[in-house]
Structure formats: C-alpha cells, structure tokens
C-alpha cells in the first residue's frame, strides 16, 4: 500500500481474528518504529514484542482503556528512557509502526493513559524507563471502513502564512 493512502485509511482496530501475525510482519513493524526518526537521533524508545497469551490477557486486564489488548494475537509495548523527546520520539515511532502494519492488513489502536505502571512487573521493565503505550496487533474481525473517518476539513484546520488565513 502506497505511504498516503495507509495514511489516508488507516482506522483504529479494537477486535481482532483469533490468527496469529507472521513473524516477517511482526519483524517488519518492530523494524518500521526503530528505523523512525528521533530528535539528535537518541532512539530513546525499546519495543517489547508480546506474543504470550496469558501475557496479552494481563495486560488487557491491567490497561483500562484497551481491554481488548487480552484478544490480540501480538502487542508492542512501548517503553522510554526518560529524555525531553522521549514521549514524541516514541509516539512517532508507535504512529509508524501502526502504518506498516496498515499496510499489511494488520489492524492496532494505541492503548495507554492508566494501568500501564502495573504492567511494568509482568514485563520486567527497569525503573529507569517510562511505559508509554501498548500496542495490540490483529485482523481485523470484520471488514473496516478504509478511509470512512469523520475528521475537519483541511479548511478548518490548515493556515497560509498566518493563522485564519484557510489554506484553499
């Protein structure tokens, strides 16, 4: 899939077939967030690949906004050292990942903001890193919408030269 139209359709995943990701796919989108640019080019992110049932389950019941997380057949969590352009660095590098899954048919949503530091013991994840996200991966269980999004118009979001200016 060409890099604008996985942009263009990429839609949050929630239920996933009980089908396992291919290694090679799995390797590939672990690959597409290390090779994400970061600022002084620091890479201040470590993926953790999950693949353990019980291990997914946990952290389903751990993450209150993603539940689903225990239905997955793969998750990435994504841990940080602590810098200044940890949380951007890492969020391009998830934002990446998610694409290149996209673009395999592999749908994800990013899971995070509550019982993340819980998870930290079931992964052995050092004190010395943050846990910013979980990742799940899957096929979708049913047939989604590429591109069907409800977003703003680029008129109302998008500026020329100054703000209020709609960029035609």
Same mark, same amino acid.
């Given at each position: 899939m060409e890099a604008f139209e996985a942009i263009r359709t990429l839609l949050a995943v929630?239920?996933?077939?009980d089908k396992p990701v291919p290694d090679a796919v799995a390797r590939r989108i672990v690959e597409a967030?290390?090779?994400t640019g970061s600022a002084m080019n620091a890479q201040p992110w470590h993926f953790i690949v999950v693949r353990e049932?019980?291990?997914l389950r946990r952290l389903g019941a751990l993450a209150s906004s993603g539940p689903y997380v225990a239905h997955a057949p793969l998750a990435v969590v994504v841990a940080t050292s602590k810098s200044r352009f940890a949380v951007s660095d890492a969020s391009r590098a998830i934002q990446s990942m998610m694409l290149a899954a996209w673009a395999d048919g592999v749908g994800s949503n990013w899971?995070?903001?509550g019982g993340l530091?819980?998870?930290r013991a079931v992964l052995d994840v050092p004190a010395g890193l943050? &846990? &910013?996200a979980i990742v799940p991966f899957g096929?979708?269980?049913?047939?989604?919408?590429?591109g069907q999004k409800q977003r703003k118009s &680029?008129?109302?979001?998008?500026? &020329?030269?100054?703000?209020?200016q709609p960029l035609e």
């Open positions: 929630r239920s996933y077939q967030g290390r090779l049932r019980e291990t899971v995070g903001f530091e819980q998870a943050d &846990l &910013l096929y979708p269980t049913r047939a989604v919408g590429r &680029l008129r109302e979001v998008a500026h &020329l030269e100054r703000f209020g």
